[in-house]
């Protein structure tokens, strides 16, 4: 494979998992503390789901490398500090109330599901392959949080107010849903079309939203490259990689 | 009670592969029957095997135990008011197990149902206790459900007790106890 083109798949692999962990952890801060014992084990569940999918995501890229996938995985999760970290900033934001948790992951599920739609027609077979076999669990991720979301949005006032209050908070981070890193001309040669998963996600999610009697905010998109990160991942950090490094060298 | 804060409870039936009968599973609280059928997938399903699950509203279901049916009043034995519909008959058998799904009959009534199934299956399956419900109050969930509902767990070793060392790994840290 053509260097340039090895370069934007690292690049575009390491984004893609880093999502999946940084949103997986966050998922696993509800373990213990979702309303109900029912959500509680749902949320694990979500969080074992999109961890596997960033450990599916490194394993593509320790192959690209030739490296032992276990220690190279552990070393994309454990050693690498937040300036490393590829992102986008919506998945990092601390859990906030039921309302944010389930906006966010309805937000970042439909993404996704358009985003593995484009890789899984991609012509680098191992790209397309885990794109297929990650999107039937997302198809089940969509269907928990657009239930959620239609009885937060036409429950309560109460309830709507606070789903409403996630959206205005969020929707400026969307912009950064469907940005990848590496060259235009690269991913377009690893047949990669990332505009087209941005249009068919816009064309179902604002119609959804307006289902849920939400109303999306007016205002700038916020733009933001996936270097950039907010004071909250640092923190996220340390927590998910303190035991890791009390013993580099121990077995797990 | 005014100051029970809790869902409603779902009773969940879980069919292991094609053709096996449903199995009473447990139950899952629920705002409603759509949610009860992805909570039931997340308590119950995460482990394999599953094809299919059906989630009941609990108090939708009739039910008696052996020692209840020698009490029960048979009468009215034919309640023709009601629109006949399909019930789902389980059993509990007498030797350890699950509600067991033994099929369906035509009623207009739980207890009708109930007297229905007993005159059918009594004798063939002798039961610890029976549950009957109309079918409709069932949410099922679908074939193309299957491949993102069940089939991911079965790859997901790491959710299985088996996939972890524990107890090797505590018997070798206990070794120097014992040593010394």
Request: glycine share 4%.
């Given at each position: 494979m053509?260097?340039?083109?090895?370069?934007?798949?690292?690049?575009?692999?390491?984004?893609?998992?880093d999502?999946?962990?940084?949103?997986?952890?966050?998922?696993?801060?509800?373990?213990?503390?979702?309303?109900?014992l029912e959500?509680?084990?749902?949320?694990?569940?979500?969080?074992?789901?999109?961890?596997?999918?960033a450990?599916?995501?490194?394993?593509?890229?320790?192959?690209?490398?030739?490296?032992?996938?276990?220690?190279?995985?552990?070393?994309?999760?454990?050693?690498?500090?937040?300036?490393?970290?590829?992102?986008i900033?919506?998945?990092?934001?601390?859990?906030?109330?039921?309302?944010?948790?389930?906006?966010?992951?309805?937000?970042?599920?439909?993404?996704?599901?358009?985003?593995?739609?484009?890789?899984?027609?991609?012509?680098?077979?191992?790209?397309?392959?885990?794109?297929?076999?990650?999107r039937?669990?997302?198809?089940?991720?969509?269907?928990?949080?657009?239930?959620?979301?239609?009885?937060?949005?036409?429950?309560?006032?109460?309830?709507?107010?606070?789903?409403?209050?996630?959206?205005?908070?969020?929707?400026?981070?969307?912009?950064?849903?469907?940005?990848?890193?590496?060259?235009?001309?690269?991913?377009?040669?690893?047949?990669?079309?990332?505009?087209?998963?941005?249009?068919?996600?816009?064309?179902?999610?604002?119609?959804?939203?307006?289902?849920c009697?939400?109303?999306?905010?007016?205002?700038?998109?916020?733009?933001?490259?996936?270097?950039?990160?907010?004071?909250?991942?640092?923190?996220?950090?340390?927590?998910?990689?303190?035991?890791?490094?009390?013993?580099?060298?121990?077995?797990? | 009670?005014?100051?029970?804060t809790?869902?409603?409870?779902?009773?969940?039936?879980?069919?292991?592969?094609?053709?096996?009968?449903?199995?009473?599973?447990?139950?899952?609280?629920?705002?409603?029957?759509?949610?009860a059928?992805?909570?039931?997938?997340d308590?119950?399903?995460?482990?394999?095997?599953?094809?299919?699950?059906?989630?009941?509203?609990?108090?939708?279901?009739?039910?008696?135990?052996?020692?209840?049916?020698?009490?029960?009043?048979?009468a009215?034995?034919?309640?023709?008011?009601?629109?006949?519909?399909?019930?789902?008959?389980?059993?509990?058998?007498?030797?350890?197990?699950?509600?067991?799904?033994?099929?369906?009959?035509?009623?207009?009534?739980?207890?009708?149902?109930?007297?229905?199934?007993?005159?059918?299956?009594?004798?063939?399956?002798?039961?610890?206790?029976?549950?009957?419900?109309p079918?409709?109050?069932?949410?099922?969930?679908?074939?193309?459900?299957?491949?993102?509902?069940?089939?991911?767990?079965?790859?997901?070793?790491?959710?299985?007790?088996?996939?972890?060392?524990?107890?090797?790994?505590?018997?070798?840290?206990?070794?120097?106890?014992?040593?010394?």
């Amino acid at each position: 494979m053509d260097n340039h083109l090895k370069n934007t798949l690292r690049e575009l692999l390491v984004a893609l998992a880093d999502d999946e962990l940084i949103l997986g952890h966050r998922d696993s801060e509800w373990c213990g503390h979702a309303p109900i014992l029912e959500e509680d084990i749902a949320f694990a569940n979500l969080a074992l789901d999109e961890i596997g999918h960033a450990n599916l995501w490194y394993s593509v890229l320790a192959d690209l490398e030739e490296a032992d996938r276990q220690s190279f995985v552990d070393r994309m999760v454990y050693w690498r500090d937040a300036p490393d970290f590829r992102n986008i900033q919506m998945v990092e934001l601390p859990n906030g109330d039921w309302a944010f948790s389930m906006l966010r992951h309805y937000v970042f599920d439909s993404a996704e599901i358009e985003r593995l739609n484009v890789l899984a027609e991609s012509v680098f077979p191992p790209l397309a392959e885990t794109a297929a076999k990650i999107r039937t669990e997302e198809y089940y991720h969509l269907r928990h949080t657009r239930l959620w979301l239609r009885r937060l949005g036409l429950g309560t006032a109460e309830s709507r107010q606070r789903l409403q209050a996630a959206l205005d908070q969020l929707w400026p981070y969307t912009g950064q849903l469907f940005e990848m890193p590496g060259e235009p001309d690269h991913l377009f040669a690893l047949g990669i079309k990332m505009d087209q998963a941005s249009l068919s996600w816009e064309a179902q999610v604002i119609p959804f939203l307006g289902e849920c009697q939400l109303i999306l905010p007016a205002g700038a998109e916020r733009l933001l490259n996936r270097q950039e990160h907010s004071r909250h991942l640092p923190i996220l950090l340390a927590e998910m990689q303190s035991v890791a490094r009390l013993d580099p060298e121990a077995e797990w | 009670m005014p100051d029970d804060t809790q869902w409603s409870r779902f009773q969940v039936f879980v069919q292991v592969k094609p053709g096996a009968p449903f199995l009473d599973y447990g139950s899952v609280h629920a705002p409603d029957l759509e949610l009860a059928l992805l909570n039931a997938r997340d308590v119950f399903a995460r482990r394999p095997d599953c094809v299919a699950m059906w989630v009941v509203p609990a108090e939708g279901i009739f039910s008696k135990t052996v020692q209840e049916l020698q009490d029960w009043d048979s009468a009215p034995a034919w309640d023709n008011a009601g629109n006949r519909e399909t019930y789902h008959v389980f059993a509990k058998p007498m030797h350890a197990g699950a509600q067991t799904l033994l099929g369906q009959v035509e009623a207009s009534s739980p207890e009708q149902a109930l007297r229905l199934a007993l005159e059918r299956y009594e004798n063939k399956k002798p039961a610890f206790a029976w549950w009957v419900f109309p079918a409709r109050l069932a949410l099922s969930s679908q074939v193309e459900d299957i491949p993102s509902l069940y089939a991911p767990a079965r790859e997901k070793n790491f959710r299985l007790s088996t996939d972890y060392k524990t107890i090797t790994a505590m018997r070798e840290l206990r070794q120097p106890d014992k040593d010394g």
